[in-house]
């Protein structure tokens, strides 16, 4: 054994309840990594976990936007070193053998594992992952930094990246929260018109300095209306949940556009056959990204110099972190940092 010693982490015990507690080193199994954790991000989806919206087995150490140090290596691991410094997502890593891993929808694959919700995610000093779901961590991007770009950056980066908007076309993000606020940036610098859309007048100046070219009060003015008084979005990102706000903004879509939802509530969405029909006109959900598009979403970010707004907090206060995310006052991600 290569240590007996112990790591700090925090795990959830109850729905709710995070504490403290400590854990003996696992050496990594096939395929999989142990990591030395830097930083990990505080995310909405690690409510899933906290208040077991998933089936959870606890205890559990939620954290899905980890950024560490490889320290040892599993057999049959390729492409990592020990001393990599790597990101881990939501999605766990996929199979590679399944019918969608065969067709190229890592995202999708049917033997994937959600970090943190699963298996013990990032909320530690230390984690275990599946090397098939690592990302790689540019050099000038710091940990924290790099953190909330794994979920929040990537979710919002690898829908637009997805999206049939060109150059030069409207593209609508509703909601400047943990998701939007990173979702304006991406869609400034990948060339798009950009509406951002948040309710009250207090959100002007934070939207035009992520780089918003309008804003829209949904408070004072029908968003749609204003989107089509632009011309019609070719894209609407939602990155806030709500089945009302997504079908109000649904009118503002151009033909051929398309409203991308990233947030996940309850609520039914009601959209009329009659703007889906006529118009041509898409309502599609998007879940994150694969590990490439991870990539590709830090570089990006780095070479652009977009960032997320963080507060960092030190793991002990883990459960402080995620209460102040629950309550809506993180402004605007949370990020966990270990000295
Ligand atoms: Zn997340
Ligand atoms: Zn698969």
Redesign the pocket.
Known sequence: MEDASTYRAVHAVGPGRLELTKRTFQTPGPGKVRIRVEACGVCHSDSATVEALFPIEWPRFPGHEVVGRIDALGSDVQGWAVGQRVGVGFLGG?????E??RNGD?VN????EYTGIHHDGGYAEVMIAKSSGLMSIPDDLSSVDAAPLLCAGLTTFSALRSAPAKAGDLVAVLGIGGLGHLGVQYARHMGFEVAAIARGGDKVELARKLGAHHYIDSAATDPAEALQALGGAKVVLITASGGKTVAETFKGLRPGGVSILLGVGPEPIEVSGMDLVFGSRKLEGALTGDPATGDATLRFSALSGISAMIETVPLERAADAYAKMMAGKAHFRMVLTID
Do not use: A
């Open positions: 996929s199979c590679g053998y399944c969608f891993c890592l694959c049917r033997n994937q």
